[in-house]
């Protein structure tokens, strides 16, 4: 066992104690259940910002990057390469539909465009990959802590969970948001940090060590190969997870909450664009991490990869690292569990217990519940985190595995309830089926990459729902108010405006800001063959 101090400790617990402090100091701003929802929508874009980037860029990625970088080469770069791409298509369409609508959960707009059961299905959709989610983050926050202090793999598990529960039924998405504003700066600090002492302590120079690597094939960002079986391709990055990821951040509702708290549209705007802009330099940081660690352990083989960077900062012996370590891990566990604790207890509230259980409640009986389904999630999540401390591949690549069954349903909900004209919920309902079968037929009998699922699904539910809908209910007269062009009809025959404070609210008009994002795109891939190059 790792002897851990008593410094790293006085690091890790200064920082359970200051969240909890947080949690009770926000404490005093809830009084309604919106307040646990939304907070007092005075919360600045750059916080929101950084709250979304610390929600997906959290501990099964700071963990899970360098060890997929590790055994994969820098290849898995393409995978995260689009989300300039899918934060365009989102702040352009699906942020201003949830916007505007003025509502707390992003599936209550499966209501309005096609009916009850739709919303439902979504919801409890949602409810059960979050369950997943948070249990492969409970899982990797476990990890640091059982291998730096040799505390039981339960123990750890049930006290992240209780203490990101905690900041989180008291301060409710304030909590949340700032919260995550500290563990950001932790997180990048931290891996920063490892990176430096890393390329310090390489058994070559840092330009032999590069062209060892590129000699072995580690540093090749470009892998054309149309073979369906191969996960990271230039054409899965730029295609299939651009779909992936759109649906990720266009109809998450942890994400959408978020700009959901903006004062205003274009604040919420900002906030995705600043992801859009950094995630290319937050991941390619994580995955020179894991390419440089294949250089220091001379491609080693380990029982568990998601711990060679724990092992290279055990090597390190820098005093007071170690506790820094862990806490930005612990941090960005926190910071993805406490958003899915808070969206979670918002769905559970409002589309199901306001919904079918009691409809005329106060604020503040709304705020009790919502704080009781806090609790519930926060201990039911740890079951699934147990279950998942036999994995021993890429969490990172585990996580988007699973992930990826569910985005072709939600793209498919969302796609056709923007643009489709006759799509209706009983043929919508079959599209889904369809596609949920069809991956599991895909999953079993075939061997494609799972990048491809999201866009798989997507076609089939898509395809299916259009065709099912015309088939059982017959073609519609006219556009639905809440499809895209039934927005700019009602804009139109109301004399509305198209923009405030110079950002469009008008769903599916891109501003003019956003083109800089395309521009950035192609900039990042520039500079990875420039880089190549050079090397």
């Known amino acids: 066992m790792y002897e851990f101090g008593l410094l790293n400790w006085i690091i890790l617990s200064s920082y359970a104690v200051g969240s909890i402090i947080l949690g009770f100091y926000l404490n005093r701003r809830v009084q309604t259940a919106e307040h646990y929802y939304l907070g007092d929508r005075t919360t600045p874009w750059w916080a ?67 009916g009850r059961s739709s919303r ?5 959709i949602f409810l059960l990959g979050n369950i997943i989610y948070s249990g492969i983050i409970l899982y990797t926050t476990a990890l640091v802590i059982e291998f730096i202090t040799g505390t039981d793999v339960v123990t750890a598990i049930t006290v992240v969970s209780v203490i990101a529960m905690t900041y989180t039924l008291l301060g409710g998405i304030s909590a949340v948001i700032w919260t995550d504003v500290a563990q950001t700066v ?38 054309f190969s149309l073979s369906p079986d191969k996960v990271a391709t230039v054409w899965t990055g730029v295609i299939a997870m651009s779909i992936y990821h759109v649906v990720v951040y266009g109809v998450n509702q942890m994400m959408i909450q978020r700009t959901l708290v903006a004062k205003t549209i274009g604040d919420a705007k900002k906030a995705y664009t600043m992801m859009g802009y950094a995630a290319f330099f937050i991941f390619t940081l994580l995955f020179s991490l894991g390419i440089f660690l294949y250089a220091f352990f001379e491609g080693a083989s380990f029982d568990n990869t998601n711990t060679i960077m724990l092992e290279f900062v055990k090597l390190a012996s820098v005093p007071g690292l170690m506790g820094l370590i862990a806490v930005a891990i612990v941090a960005a566990a926190m910071s993805s569990l406490d958003s899915s604790l808070n969206s979670m207890a918002t769905v559970t509230n409002i589309d199901f217990y306001q919904q079918y259980f009691k409809k005329d409640g106060s604020p503040q009986h709304y705020l009790r519940a919502a704080r009781i389904f806090t609790v519930v999630w926060g201990l039911f999540v740890i079951g699934p985190a147990i279950l998942f401390t036999s994995s021993d591949g890429s969490v990172l690549e585990t996580l988007s595995k699973i992930g990826s069954f569910f985005v072709g349903s939600k793209l498919s909900m969302y796609f056709l309830g923007f643009y489709s004209k006759h799509t209706t919920e009983r043929g919508l309902l079959l599209g889904v089926a369809a596609g949920f079968l069809t991956l599991l037929y895909v999953e079993y009998f075939m061997n494609i990459a799972w990048p491809w699922y999201c866009a798989i699904g997507g076609f089939v539910s898509v395809t299916v729902g259009w065709i099912s809908s015309i088939a059982i209910d017959g073609y519609q007269s006219q556009y639905h108010v809440c499809t895209v062009r039934g927005q700019r009809r009602l804009f139109e025959e109301n004399g509305l405006p198209l923009k405030e404070n110079g950002w469009y609210i008008l769903p599916g008009k891109v501003d003019s800001k956003s083109y800089g994002l395309i521009i950035f795109f192609f900039l990042c891939i520039l500079c990875l063959y420039i880089f190549y190059k050079l090397i």
Do not use: C, Q
């Open 48 to 114: 929101i910002g950084l709250s979304v980037m610390a929600t997906y860029t959290s501990a099964f990625t700071f963990l899970g990057a360098p060890a997929w970088a590790y055994t994969e080469g820098f290849s898995v770069i393409f995978i995260h390469i689009n989300y300039p791409i899918a934060v365009f298509i989102v702040i352009s369409v699906f942020i201003p539909f949830f916007y505007n609508s003025g509502v707390a959960s992003i599936f209550e707009y499966l209501e309005r465009r096609f």
């Open 186 to 223: 932790i997180l990048l600090s931290g891996a920063a940090i490892v990176l430096f002492l890393l390329i310090v302590d390489l058994p070559l120079p840092l330009s032999e060590t590069l062209l060892s690597l590129k000699s072995e094939g580690r540093l090749n960002p470009f892998e």
């Open 120 to 124: 439902l299905v979504m919801s409890s």
